[in-house]
């Protein structure tokens, strides 16, 4: 079945602790992205990633890391979380991004105290 | 400003109705337009793809006004499964960004 996983979907942490959210696809994509929700402020991209060893920042990537050495997977670390990371977080992949439809992971909901 | 303006909502209308949203974006140099669809908190998934020439698929209807810079959604004959949230999302393929707008919550009634 193609899809995208997350792990975790859910976590609670405490502020300073080192988190990586995983993200996988099966579809063979280039295109990957993380996004985060907030209620009234909508998805926000945080970095996309145009292929393997390729990333970029999106529009709030402050307190976020990103890498790509394998094509499937585009792990989202916080290196050390503070409460307004609080926030669900989704992962995305499409075969090449631009004029093509994102497809969507289930979602991690993070809370950091 | 933002980059994609909707209207929250909520949308209350009953079975049966038809509805219309609209979506503002704010950079003309945006290319590709999408509406999608999510479902209290899960993740978004797409609804239709906007093409110029307007499109249709069953009773959603999308429209593209690039010299007013907004895009449409109309549903017809509302069903009390179309009850979620839909997301405006332009693209800028200059650099590859998507940007969403925070959603329109439609409710439909019995």
């Known amino acids: 079945e193609a899809q995208v996983t997350q792990n975790p979907r859910y976590l609670i942490t405490v502020t300073g602790k080192k988190l990586t959210v995983t993200c996988s696809q099966n579809m063979n994509h280039e295109y990957m992205s993380w996004y985060r929700q907030d209620p009234g402020l909508g998805l926000r991209q945080i970095y996309y990633?145009?292929?393997?060893?390729?990333?970029d920042k999106g529009d709030v990537p402050e307190g976020y890391k990103v890498s790509r050495k394998e094509k499937r997977n585009f792990p989202l670390i916080l290196e050390s979380p503070s409460p307004n990371q609080t926030s669900l977080y989704f992962c995305?992949?499409?075969?090449?991004?631009?004029?093509?439809?994102?497809?969507f992971g289930p979602g991690t909901r993070l809370l950091v105290l | 400003r933002k980059e994609v303006e909707q209207d929250p909502g909520p949308f209350n209308v009953p079975e049966g109705a038809t509805v219309a949203f609209n979506c503002t974006y704010s950079n003309s140099a945006s290319q590709s337009f999408f509406w999608y669809r999510q479902d209290c908190r899960k993740e978004p998934k797409l609804l239709m793809s906007?093409?110029?020439s307007g499109n249709e698929d069953g009773r959603f209807t999308a429209q593209l006004n690039r010299a007013s810079q907004y895009i449409s959604l109309l549903i017809r004959d509302s069903k009390l499964s179309d009850s979620a949230t839909y997301l405006c999302?332009?693209?800028?393929?200059?650099?590859?960004?998507?940007?969403f707008g925070s959603g329109t919550k439609l409710n439909v009634k019995p």
């Open positions: 999302v332009v693209n800028l393929p200059n650099f590859n960004k998507f940007y």
């Open positions: 906007v093409y110029s």
């Open positions: 990633s145009m292929n393997v060893e390729v990333t």
């Open positions: 995305a992949s499409s075969p090449q991004g631009r004029e093509e439809t994102q497809y």
